[in-house]
């Protein structure tokens, strides 16, 4: 296990969004470079950026035409090696994004899989053996028609992203290999063939995008999938120890099994996350049932709200077990080896600040920083920056409205660009009052100034740092009260003052951080309306 990781907190970057140098409207790499003081400042000492390999962009990147190429918009290979550097000279990490599960349909493998003359690529993707094979009765999704050879290929996504063969767990046709085909294997080598390129360049590990798609036909379990991920964690182990992957996967219990360092809590209900910040109880708590996203449709039109019953919306009928339900179950699969990663939001999901105001998000970061696991923090999020109800960009639908530029300053293009306003990326917030990182670090009260503190606290105290060490101590409704070693958590969402009875003297405590008021006592806490404290 890389020793880093008990350390880290984590800045998610979406490359286009952050930082323009060069004045076309679009950010890059050399803009992530030149803000990593202001990162590392925050609180946070790792970087995980949104794809940033060649890609025709039909689904913002998440379409790899070249692995081993850092598209044009945003730099060179070497801008990016720079940044490798960069980054640990100030004792930061940086992670890469990784679509495993398959590429664009511009990509040289792909193209030459699609070629009817046999080659090393032609099961480097799943093609059926005849071009209406399958098609009619098949749970998978297929193309046909667009190539030379006669076959269906399966996609992974959208029609542009061909699903890589990595095998069938339980292959029922001719054309399905399984996971010890030497096709599938060479698939499996290919992929570490990209990591190893990147981290002996000094990259420090993946993010891996759709990390459980890998192996098709596979079982409840992922039996097949997993078989893949661990074959690759030993590579990690053996050639590159300090390096790390991070899956999106949601379901901790396999997924640090299958070898993982690292699994996100996502949108669905099942992880338990979207209790937290969005709950709407007619979907089960996901996010992206709602309308295809949370009340916008994409195309910039506003679809009504649904009721929240979120932990952190005051007085909405929120219940902290909602989420420790779920979980609890996972957390106990980490305890002997991995670790939970909560995120403030990322480029899938819209802001937290669209639901919650400002006392609510900051009682959501008293939680996301002081519990245990891998926190990751989503650019602009620190500044409460807002989603935006914006037309699709980049196969992002409703997403997109989260993928806004980063608002460093009261200037030009809130500070992110020097280019017209009509290059840009996407538009940034034209509100009037919009966040910016100017404007919150002059302020002591801003979410971003509670931000810097929590992470200070985190970052400077062991018993807050990854390793799971929670105890939950009061947990009911809308409050929850946990331990950490010597450090202890009280947060109260509801809009009236709580009285706790627990089993410690917190009578001469000393407290660390507090948002409200709370009174600490001899087997008893109080905590005022919409309040949280720190104490130790």
Known sequence: MAKWLKDAVFYEIYPQSFNDTNGDGIGDINGI???LDYIKELGCNALWLNPCFDSPFRDAGYDVRDYKKVASRYGTNEDLF????EAHKRGMHVFLDLVAGHTSEEHEWFRKSQMQEKNEYSDRFIWTEFCFEGMQKSSYN???GESERSGAYVVNFYKCQPALNYGFLNPEADWQKSI?????????EAMKDVMRYWMDHGCDGFRVDMAASLVKNDDEKKTGTSEVWHDIRKMFDTEYPECALLSEWSDPKISIKAGFHMDFLLNDAGSGYSTLVRDYANCNGGFQKVHGGDGFNGNGRPLPKLEDHSFFKKDAGGDINRFLDSYLDMYKYTKDGGYISIISC?????????TLDKRELELFYVFLFTMPGIPFLYYGDEIAMRYQNIPSKEGGYYRTGSRTP???????????SDADESLLYLPVDHAADAPTVESAAADPDSVYSEIRELLSLRNSIED????PNLEVLYAEGPVFVFRRGSVVTGINTSGKEVSVKVNLNASGAEKLFEIGKADLGDGEIKIGAQSA???R
């Open 180 to 188: 010890n085909d030497p096709a599938s294997i060479a698939t499996r």
């Open 464 to 467: 807050l740092k990854a390793e």
């Open 33 to 35: 470079t030149e803000k």
């Open 406 to 416: 980063m608002q460093w300053s009261n200037g030009k293009n809130l500070g992110f």
């Open 533 to 535: 404290v720190v104490f």
């Open 346 to 354: 990322n480029h899938d999901t819209v802001r937290p600040s669209y």
């Open 142 to 144: 297929f193309v046909a």
């Open 82 to 85: 720079r940044l490798f550097e």
